[in-house]
């Protein structure tokens, strides 16, 4: 079969998965959606919308979801990832022995490898070799302000030129801004960041801290974003935008986060279980919370607010002893 260059397999139908199949719909892409859920497919199918994370948006007619993962790619050249950080390697596999040379992959996952630590662009270089072109795209998004069409701008890294401008057609729009850059460490640092910074920040609201601690903690927050962009080698012009403050600021300010949502409920007491189920999905600051303070001490960089986030997640500290220490030690040289 020849490749499709107008169609793009859209793998994962979360919320945001979701999200971006109906834009590339209504962008005249032809989106093949697929989710290892096969009690979600099957709901998906009938009810021509994604009931359980985006009820309210309808899916465009040129939106096939599909059985298989071969059925999803086959003809494809572009592959769109969007799973959970926790399953993206295995994702990967599964996904291999169904590419061909000619397929080009993208993914729109936020995180760190469990276990390793390792940014998401080397497990896919590990898992599937140097030879297919990959780019991620990152930045200020929440799902359902996509999907209703809502104005929004992102970050697409990769360093394929070619494959980068490509991709940014299908996604440009009036409501849908691409900005490209080859800061591909940057750009997944940011993502990575910003969702533990969510948590401190909602912690301190839930504690009612107030607006002078969140405006401290997103601040110093991204201090300690570029202090450990700097030691990987990423741009501070990356971590200044979309893909670093924007998503900072939008993960930190609004309840849409789950990660915010995550640190209030932290603030009440509700254990991590507890916060985990209330909010439903998956809470990306659990997976990675740990893998960005070990790889901070790898690197010799300190992160005092990912610390604290981490103890309070990892090793049962309070949410307000956690904050009070934090606040203790922030005085040093700007």
């Excluded at 103890?311 to 309070?318: I, L, Y």
Aim: proline content about 4%; overall charge neutral.
């Amino acid at each position: 079969m020849s490749e499709n260059h107008s169609s793009i397999a859209v793998l994962g139908a979360g919320s945001w998965g979701t999200a971006l199949a109906i834009l590339l719909a209504k962008n005249d892409q032809d989106v093949r959606l697929w989710d290892k859920n096969e009690a979600l497919l099957g709901d998906m199918k009938s009810a021509r919308r994604n009931a359980r994370y985006l009820p309210d948006v309808a899916f465009p007619s040129n939106i096939q979801v599909c059985a298989t993962l071969e059925e999803a790619i086959i003809g494809v050249q572009d592959i769109l990832l969007v799973v959970p950080s926790h399953v993206f390697g295995n994702a990967l596999k599964d996904l291999k022995p169904f590419l061909k040379p000619t397929h080009r992959i993208a993914w729109a996952t936020k995180g760190l490898e469990p276990g390793t630590g390792n940014f998401l662009h080397s497990v896919a270089e590990r898992e599937l070799g140097n030879h297919i072109p990959y780019a991620v795209i990152s930045g200020p998004s929440f799902a359902r302000e996509v999907a209703l069409g809502l104005p929004t701008a992102v970050t697409l890294a990769s360093r394929n030129s070619l494959f980068a401008d490509a991709l940014a057609k299908k996604f440009n729009c009036d409501n849908f801004c691409i900005y490209l850059t080859d800061d591909i460490v940057g750009v997944q640092l940011g993502g990575v960041v910003k969702n533990v910074l969510a948590v401190a920040v909602g912690i301190a609201d839930g504690i009612a801290l107030g607006a002078n601690a969140r405006a401290a903690l997103m601040t110093r927050g991204l201090a300690e974003m570029m202090r450990l962009g700097n030691a990987l080698g990423a741009r501070p012009e990356t971590l200044m935008g979309l893909a670093g403050c924007g998503d900072v600021i939008l993960t930190c300010m609004d309840n849409q986060s789950r990660n915010r949502r995550f640190g209030l409920a932290l603030a009440e007491g509700l254990t991590e279980a507890k916060a985990q189920e209330q909010i439903g999905q998956v809470v990306e600051a659990v997976y990675n919370v740990d893998q960005l303070f070990h790889l901070a001490k790898k690197c010799q960089v300190e992160l005092p607010i990912a610390e604290q986030v981490f103890r309070v997640m990892k090793h049962g500290v309070s949410p307000r002893e956690a904050l009070s220490v934090l606040f203790k030690r922030m005085p040093g040289s700007e």
